[in-house]
């Protein structure tokens, strides 16, 4: 008999329709190389495709409770993409939130309410002697905290998909959230760490280099068990040039001075290891833009808010640059009354 998860994805398997997937992965390199047509960038939607089992409802704490639960949890949302004939790709992650670095050095897991279904957090160590220690004991285990739970994980989605080649060929498995160095820093060190870049900036920058060395023993490995296949990458329901989705939220709280001397250079080490990609912030993010849009290897910027930005400097430091903008709100996109000459994608 089968298992839940066979049943599960034996349906999705039968229900995907290869030539519509195609002409999506042609939609998005269409895209990605500067060739579409029209101002933005809206995918085309399916032919809706429901399920013919039924499968479980699983929220978020459960998925953390065991693999099978992840991998269903995973899946479902491409079965729920299908069912109604939504116009994203088809992508599965190890979906451990934005403590998976963090765990490595020591963070408490902070599970969220069962009934919020919504990613863990955790609580910060909120002391410069722990922060001293960690630099002082280099790279972690990189299996300790959430680390070991990733790398397993990955290795069942693996073996998963292998069994279903027609989910292999069309489902994109893509890198867990490593968040950035700057936010892995203050989730581990607290909010105290904003006062570090005036009292303990040498400290601060030493944390900074553990962590981006951290992330890419981290990473180097991640790419090891799943190689990157082409020069584009899939990262939520979206696409950009490159390997790394780098996420910079943190960044709302600093100057661009403290970008440009602190946090960049980090960014740009591990863009120059891992061939380039994008970056996201939420919130406001048109004061470092500028700097940002400098670096080497930026292809894409994910935003999820352009009601706080002034969209003019946005667009400045990004469409005019060759640099895409990725979000989801096409209404304040087209709002801005300024040319997207085909460098903007929206969800819808």
């Known amino acids: 008999m089968k298992s839940t998860l066979d049943r599960c994805l034996s349906d999705l398997a039968s229900r995907i329709d290869e030539t519509q997937e195609q002409h999506k992965r042609g939609e998005w390199e269409t895209f ?5 047509p029209a101002e933005v960038f809206v995918p085309s939607a399916r032919k809706p495709s429901p399920p013919k089992v039924e499968w479980p409802s699983l929220r978020i704490n459960s998925a953390f409770g065991g693999y099978d639960a992840m991998l269903l949890h995973q899946f479902r949302a491409c079965s729920d993409v299908l069912a109604a004939g939504g116009n994203a ?7 451990y939130g934005t403590s998976i670095l963090p765990s490595l ?36 285990d990189l299996e300790s905290g959430l680390g070991g739970n990733v790398f397993h994980a990955a290795e069942l989605f693996l073996e998963a998909l292998e069994r279903y080649p027609v989910l292999q060929r069309n489902i994109s498995f893509y890198h867990p959230d490593t968040q950035g160095p700057m936010d892995i820093a203050e989730v581990v060190w607290g909010s105290d760490i904003f006062y570090a870049f005036g009292d303990e900036p040498e400290l601060l920058t030493a944390f900074l280099e553990l962590i981006t060395e951290t992330y890419t023993a981290f990473l180097r490995r991640w790419f090891k068990l799943v190689p990157q296949t082409r020069d584009w990458s899939y990262h939520w329901q979206m696409a950009h040039k490159g390997t790394l989705m780098i996420r910079n939220d943190s960044l709302m709280n600093v100057s661009p001075a403290i970008y440009t001397e602190f946090v960049r250079p980090f960014d740009q080490k591990l863009f120059d290891e891992f061939g380039g990609g994008a970056i996201h912030f939420c919130g406001r ?12 290897g930026l292809h894409a910027i994910n935003i999820t808010q352009p009601d706080l930005n002034d969209l003019s400097i946005l667009f400045l430091h ?13 209404a304040a996109m087209e709002a801005a009354g300024m040319p997207l000459c085909g460098q903007v994608y929206c969800a819808e």
Not at 113 to 140: F, M, N, Q, Y
Not at 285 to 296: K, L, T, V
């Open 89 to 95: 790709p088809l992508t599965v992650r190890c979906n």
């Open 285 to 296: 993010g048109d004061h470092f833009i500028e700097a940002m849009s400098q670096m080497r």
């Open 318 to 330: 990004t469409i005019d640059k060759g640099i895409k903008l990725l979000t989801k709100s096409r």
């Open 32 to 36: 990605l190389n500067d060739r579409w």
């Open 105 to 140: 050095f020591g963070v408490e897991l902070f599970m969220m309410a069962e009934e919020l279904d919504t990613l863990p957090t955790s609580h910060p160590l909120r002391s410069t002697d722990a922060i001293r220690k960690l630099v002082d004991a280099g790279v972690p």
